[in-house]
């Protein structure tokens, strides 16, 4: 795991807002300092040097725990890559 960043609030719209000291990939997992799972990176914002990250925030997620304790800091794991899908050749047929 990577640090992330630390937590700056929850926006009107239910994500959560963090800053970060670098730029995280979209999709990564996010976790608190208790290594529990909280959100997703959803979308990644502002300056390139010291970006804002919003997280979409899971259901399971302690919505209180998570107003108390902002300026915690945040962990991400890289995202799983996609699996690329081959496509299958249609056998020539000889006349």
Known sequence: ???L???LHIANSGKLIARSPNTPSAGGIVFDSNNNKIGKVSYVFGPTKRPYVS????????LDEIRKNVGEKLFV????????RKRRMKARQKK
């Open 1 to 3: 795991m990577k640090f």
């Open 5 to 7: 960043g630390n937590s």
């Open 55 to 62: 997280i979409r925030l899971f259901k399971s997620a302690n």
């Open 77 to 84: 794991s890289r995202p799983k890559p996609k699996k690329s």
